[in-house]
């Protein structure tokens, strides 16, 4: 389905992933080993905190969401990496319980000029709560091989 990345990824394109849902044991796990502010770990703490509660790291959210779009479709394309992201932004807090979802859309498509196996990908991701909240946007560049070269050198 995404093996030839010139039809599965026309500008436009919508593509779907999750559903995945956080615990709060996952959120003070990873927060132990990756990102131990005190609003991931302590519920009675996180009260206190702008946060007002528990609630994931972005960077675990960021995961997740790299979970979900590699169950989706990467890991059944050519994906050769990315090698950035424009743009995160975390717009809410993930809280335990929440089961996240989202989408990614084509924002452009450009086959490499040093590598014309390459195509080029702009994405945004944009994953949400059962709520259908936006909790976080990204855009990212990835790099798809193409099967065959199907454009002009």
């Known amino acids: 389905m995404f093996h030839d990345p ?8 919508e593509i779907p992933y999750g559903p995945i849902t956080i615990s709060k044991q996952e959120i ?11 609003f991931h770990l302590d519920e009675k703490a ?3 905190s ?4 528990l609630s994931a790291s972005g960077y675990h959210t960021c995961s997740l969401t790299m979970r979900m779009i590699c169950d989706s479709y990467l890991l059944q394309s050519t994906s050769q990496g990315s090698p ?5 932004n975390w717009h809410l807090p993930v809280r335990p319980g929440d089961i996240l979802h989202g989408k990614s859309t084509v924002v452009s498509a450009r086959f490499s000029k040093s590598r014309p196996e390459i195509l080029i ?17 990204m855009l990212n560049t990835g790099f798809f091989k193409s099967p065959e070269l199907k454009h002009d050198q």
């Open 6 to 13: 010139v039809t599965a990824f026309p500008v436009g394109r």
């Open 28 to 38: 003070i796990e990873f927060a132990e080993e990756f990102d131990p502010a005190f």
């Open 46 to 48: 996180a009260q206190n």
């Open 50 to 53: 702008m946060l007002m509660g």
């Open 84 to 88: 950035e992201a424009e743009e995160v």
């Open 121 to 137: 990908v702009l994405f945004r991701h944009e994953t949400m709560n059962q709520q259908n909240e936006l909790v976080l946007s």
